[in-house]
């Protein structure tokens, strides 16, 4: 069954640092990923997403993941966080399984910035 | 102009009541979903609609009834509330079920807490 793992509950970076936020999935073709944001008091927004081609893909906000399927990972990276940036990250994969197409969310990782 | 819309935003209730969300979107998206995102932030889908027509029903109890009345609506009715469901429900719409990339717009959240 497909599944997404993010192995970070919580992680915290000091404003102008670089973060890499980490997630695995399980899938057994070629997935769709997605990561997006969740801002205190909001939805989810999509940060960026990668389904084929060039596997560095640049999003929102400075954002980039990489796809390495030797290693079942899109890991999420800015190069320089800001505090803005402090907020609940959910990596994503879409998939098809019993039941169409889904969506899989993993359980988040929340980050603080700190001055 | 909002993109998913739904109401109300926060509803406090008592058990054994039963309430509805409404959802809309105007992105002429064809598929909608209902998440619900639990305490710990674990957000896992309820429901998804193509086309007003129900494709996925995860394991979510009876009490629960969607409904679409056409492709841009997807109301979440909730029978005889139980304190478990309390979380916040989030609509979401993607443009088909297709799954190349599909990116999932969502709506800010209903904050349900019953009492």
């Known amino acids: 069954a497909q599944s997404v793992t993010q192995p970070d509950i919580h992680i915290t970076v000091s404003e102008g640092a670089s973060l890499e936020l980490r997630c695995n999935y399980s899938?057994?073709?070629?997935?769709?990923l997605f990561w997006y944001v969740q801002s205190p008091g909001q939805g989810l927004q999509l940060l960026l997403k990668?389904?084929?081609?060039?596997?560095l893909v640049q999003g929102i906000k400075g954002f980039e993941a990489e796809f390495k399927r030797s290693q079942s990972s899109f890991n999420l990276r800015k190069p320089s966080v800001h505090w803005s940036d402090a907020a609940e990250y959910f990596c994503?994969?879409?998939?098809?399984?019993?039941?169409?197409?889904?969506?899989?969310f993993g359980a988040g990782t929340r980050l603080f910035v700190k001055a | 102009d909002t993109a998913v819309s739904q109401t109300p935003k926060y509803l406090v209730t008592q058990m054994g009541n039963d309430k509805s969300i409404k959802c809309e979107q105007n992105?002429?998206?064809?598929?909608m979903y209902w998440y619900k995102q639990d305490s710990k932030k674990f957000l896992k889908i309820m429901f998804s609609?193509?086309?007003?027509?129900?494709?996925i029903n995860e394991t979510v109890p009876n009490r629960f009834s969607p409904k679409s009345p056409d492709k841009a609506h997807l109301n979440l009715h909730i029978n005889s509330l139980e304190l478990g469901d309390s979380a916040v429900y989030f609509c979401?719409?993607?443009?088909?079920?297709?799954?190349?990339?599909?990116?999932?717009?969502f709506g800010e959240g209903s904050w349900l807490t019953v009492v």
């Open positions: 899938y057994g073709a070629t997935p769709y």
């Open positions: 994503a994969v879409g998939a098809r399984g019993t039941g169409g197409f889904k969506t899989i």
């Open positions: 609609y193509n086309n007003k027509e129900l494709i």
């Open positions: 990668y389904f084929s081609g060039d596997t």
């Open positions: 979401a719409s993607s443009q088909n079920t297709g799954g190349s990339g599909n990116t999932i717009y």
């Open positions: 992105l002429g998206h064809d598929t």
